[in-house]
């Protein structure tokens, strides 16, 4: 069965029967809302805020529903931090071969490990979809897409509350465990820990939209394992994780530079550092934020008329 | 066992090619996350001609060694891990009353065929390994021994992961940080770690006889750490140990195994 079979009447009374996802903000207001109280959100406040505060609330419910697994991101965080050890003393021996490689000294290098590391939960650098996938095999998808917000737009928020979780029970262990045993470089200026945290939340969004396309992927093949597989692929090398993306040889050096992947943990670990400027880098991540964002706007209308809700 | 591990093995694989799209995409991206870690290794040796004290063919040896290992170990226990999925879902107390060991059917648990790919991978860096090193016959004898041994040492390894999820129900990935943690450790020299870290991983966790300690013999090295020179011939030793250790922790694992009834 078609979405738009099970559409509501009233999407296809107005002679939209697209629905509301690809109509924008206004048009998910008009009563929508109103006509649902468990979102808390009053009807007679000025739509902006009503918007900023449903996104809000549901960043939250993201953080909080992450929350209840502790455990688990603790044992991501003792994880992280076995690797990123492992990994710096190789990056220790290849800079003590060639000391000051690619504008980055000793400290630098190990750093930039460490990052790498920490940036594994909020940015989901292994994979880690959005769970929507698993709703279009099963159905659940039906639900999303009647809700009161746009897919992409409840999605994005969800996994804002959830890097932000992921951002302080594994970023900052591993962080504190390098610096303890290695020695890290911390920048020394307030502009520069707050263009990296601008810089850190580009790079998540970043990672949203590139694992948004791939989770709707299962619209058109149903199993999206193979897609997240690839992305994997692409995503570690692409983004620097492997090796850092400045000691590349020569073309690869400079494609890899300039992709998406990129946004994602060269480009923050070189605001951190100090190696980058500023400027360049925030554009670079919102330009790739916005395409990606936009790309995942485009495949969603197109889902929309292409899913094809499994079961009952 | 053997018998019941191949129809399992077979069944699963038939399963997974019910979806063929993503079934040629899954053994493409496994072969290419693998291929990964060689491009990294070219990366760096394309700025220094040696790591730690050891060149390229050196490296590659160890890679290879530790990558056939693991990979054999991974394609054939490496769904041990899943453990805690299956206690929390409560799959695993239908497990307990199939009639088959629980410990098979864990680790045929979701067997895919894609694992193929990576000892292929690891065999192929290897071979170019050995065409670059010439090593002599007197110490190559050494090279299936070890290979062997690996595949026990991570096995155990394997198995002890998933036992401990009897007790970390909720935080499975503890676990990583020993099985692929070891594969990631062992592909490098010993020599570019710390002291203490080699150490550990040679008398606490014995992955240095996954490959470090033959490897020194068959590359004819001395140790540069200093460590004693029977150590080198130790591995089945180590092996045989960890295996111990590991069909106990798991006994004693579902010994204390309770239900989560749903």
Redesign the interface.
């Known amino acids: 069965m078609s979405a738009e079979l099970r559409y509501p009447a009233k999407a296809t009374s107005r002679g939209r029967p697209r629905n509301q996802v690809a109509h924008g903000p206004r048009s998910r207001h008009d009563g929508t809302l109103v006509r649902n109280p468990p979102c808390a959100v009053a009807p007679a406040r000025a739509p902006g805020e009503a918007v900023f505060q449903l996104y809000a609330r549901i960043a939250w419910y993201g953080f909080r529903r992450y929350s209840a ?1 502790r ?2 991101a ?3 965080a ?2 992280n931090t ?2 990123g ?3 710096a ?2 990056l ?3 800079w003590q ?2 000391p000051g ?1 690619a504008g980055y000294d000793v400290a630098d290098a190990v750093t930039f490990c460490f990052l790498t590391q920490a940036f594994i939960g909020p940015m989901q650098l292994f994979g880690g979809g959005l769970g929507m996938a698993e709703r279009i095999r099963s159905g659940d998808a039906a639900i999303d897409l009647l809700r009161p917000a746009s897919l992409q737009g409840w999605l994005l928020a969800d996994d804002l509350g959830r890097a932000l979780y992921l951002f302080l029970l594994r970023s900052i262990p591993p962080t504190i465990v390098g610096a303890l045993l290695f020695g890290l470089v911390f920048p020394s200026s307030a502009a520069t820990w707050a263009a990296f945290a601008v810089s850190m939340l580009l790079g998540i969004v970043v990672s949203f939209g590139l694992r948004y396309l791939v989770d709707l992927s299962a619209c058109w ?7 997240a ?2 992305s ?2 692409l995503s ?2 692409f983004s620097g994780m ?2 850092p993306l400045n ?3 020569g073309w690869l050096g400079t494609a890899t530079n300039a992709l998406p992947w990129a946004a994602m943990v060269q480009v923050p670990a070189d605001v951190f550092l100090g190696k980058i400027t500023v400027t360049d880098a925030l554009t670079f991540q919102a330009g790739w934020a916005a395409v990606t964002l936009a790309l995942g706007a485009v495949i969603t209308r197109a889902a929309r008329r292409k899913v094809v809700i499994q079961g009952g | 066992m053997v018998r019941t591990y191949a129809l399992l093995a077979w069944t699963w694989m038939r399963a997974s090619a019910q ?1 063929p ?6 053994t ?3 072969l ?2 693998n291929a ?2 060689i ?2 290794i070219w ?2 040796f ?3 001609t ?3 004290g050891f060149a390229l063919p050196e490296v590659m040896f160890l890679y290879g060694t530790a990558g056939v290992s693991f990979a054999v170990a991974d394609m054939l226990f490496g769904n041990v891990d899943r453990l805690s999925t299956h206690i929390r879902s409560g799959g695993f107390d239908i497990m307990l009353i199939r009639p088959a060991a629980a410990f098979l059917q864990m680790a045929v648990d979701r067997f895919n065929v894609q694992r193929f790919g990576r000892i292929t991978q690891a065999a192929v860096v290897l071979g170019l390994a050995l065409a670059g090193l010439e090593v002599p016959w007197s110490r190559a004898w050494m090279i299936p021994v070890m290979i062997v041994c690996g595949v026990v040492i991570f096995a155990s390894i394997f198995a002890i992961a998933g036992a401990t999820q009897f007790l ?1 129900i ?5 676990a ?2 020993f099985t692929y ?1 070891g594969s ?2 062992t592909q ?1 020299p010993l ?4 002291s203490e ?1 080699v150490r550990a991983v040679t008398f606490v966790v014995p992955l240095a006889f996954v490959n470090w300690q033959p490897a020194l013999l068959v590359l004819g090295r001395d140790d540069p750490l200093g460590l004693p020179h029977w150590l080198r011939y130790a591995s089945p030793l180590a092996a045989v140990a960890l295996a111990t250790v590991a069909m106990l922790a798991w006994r004693a694992g579902i010994r204390r195994y309770r239900s989560t009834g749903s």
């Open positions: 697994y455990a688990a603790l044992a991501g003792f994880t076995v690797f050890i492992l990994r003393y190789v220790i021996a290849l071969a060639r490689l093949i149903l199993d999206d394992r193979g897609t597989q690839v994997l692929v570690l090398f492997v090796v000691i590349m040889p | 979806y799209v993503s079934l040629a995409l899954l493409l991206g496994s290419a996350v990964l870690d491009l990294a990366v760096i394309s700025h220094t040696t790591l730690g970390l909720n935080a499975p990935e503890v990583n940080a943690g990631s450790l490098y020599t570019v770690y710390g870290l």
